[in-house]
């Protein structure tokens, strides 16, 4: 039997980091929700010992043994002790290397819908250390729901967050998540910091954050901005057309190039893409998504 399943991508909302660490990660300190963004996926589970993985929608993803979602199945596989034939195919629509998490959030509906397809065997801890080995942004797609993240991603924290409108630019170029920590200089957030930003966001109501005057801009920071617009000077100015356009608050997601900005309503947000569409330079990709 093929089961068909979407897999969502991410914003972070916020995302600093903390510190680095012995194991060379870097503890953060983030605001990640879920979008109406997917890649679609399907999983055939039957008799037998193996695992497949296609490809479409994008040549730079890697099939078979080389994709996540190859690892994240013989993870689940191997944990529960069983042995299966596991086909997967996945079918691309978010960028890759985009900070959008395209690739945890494959893998993490893969942890899932194998576990469900034989018997619901797993617990949500071997679940969360299955999908941490996968990736530090996996754990967080296995919730799906706001939450703030923190040690390397995987210390998850449900919060209550509007359902914004996002406006998404990228430019067509893949960015390497190893490249953009490794560039990182020193920095120190300290726990003050932590408390006023939890503060901030408790503050915020859906009205006044998207509204103009409302310190939107204060709580969309992101420590890795700073990394990538050193070196691709064009995605800052992409972060800039979409405050042109109207957005109340924009930000590079993650460890980029994708940049959002967040509209006070779903009819802005359609308005502002056609026009960017229109007026960005051709290769540079366009999306309205909402949170989930
Ligand atoms: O965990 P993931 O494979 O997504 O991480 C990719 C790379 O990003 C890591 O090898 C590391 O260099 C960097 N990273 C980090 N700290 C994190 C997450 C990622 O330094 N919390």
Redo the contacts with the bound molecule.
């Keep these: 039997m093929q089961i068909h399943l979407k897999a969502p991508a991410k914003v972070n909302l916020f995302l600093r980091i903390v510190g680095k660490r012995a194991d060379?990660?870097?503890d953060?300190f983030s605001l990640m929700q879920a979008i109406s963004l997917y890649d679609e996926i399907t999983l055939s589970v039957s008799e037998g010992d193996s695992i497949s993985v296609t490809v479409s929608g994008n040549d730079e993803v890697p099939a078979g043994a080389g994709n996540i979602c190859h690892k994240a199945a013989l993870g689940v596989l191997t944990c529960a002790d069983v042995k299966r034939s596991v086909e997967i195919g996945i079918t691309k629509h978010i960028p890759v290397g985009g900070g959008l998490g395209g690739g945890?959030s494959n893998a993490a509906t893969v942890i899932m819908a194998l576990n469900e397809a034989i018997g619901g065997v797993l617990t949500p801890e071997e679940l969360a250390g299955i999908a941490l080995d996968c990736?530090?942004?996996v754990p967080f797609f296995l919730l799906r729901a706001p939450a703030i993240a923190r040690g390397?991603?995987e210390l998850l924290n449900p919060v209550v967050v509007p359902k914004y409108h996002y406006v998404l630019l990228n430019p067509g170029i893949a960015v390497s998540?190893?490249e953009v920590?490794?560039a990182l200089g020193s920095f120190d957030l300290t726990k003050e910091a932590e408390d006023n930003i939890l503060i901030r966001l408790g503050e915020l109501k859906e009205s006044s954050f998207c509204s103009k005057d409302s310190d939107v801009e204060s709580l969309l920071v992101n420590d890795l901005e700073a990394v990538v617009f050193d070196k691709y000077r064009f995605i800052a100015e992409l972060k800039e057309s979409l405050i042109a356009e109207g957005a109340v608050g924009a930000l590079m997601s993650g460890s980029g190039a994708t940049v959002f900005g967040i509209f006070s309503d779903k009819a802005k947000a359609v308005k502002a893409a056609e026009i960017l569409r229109a007026k960005l330079p051709e290769g540079t990709w366009v999306a309205t998504a909402d949170g989930l």
């Design positions: 060379g990660y870097h953060l945890s990736g530090s942004d390397r991603g998540t190893a920590y490794g």
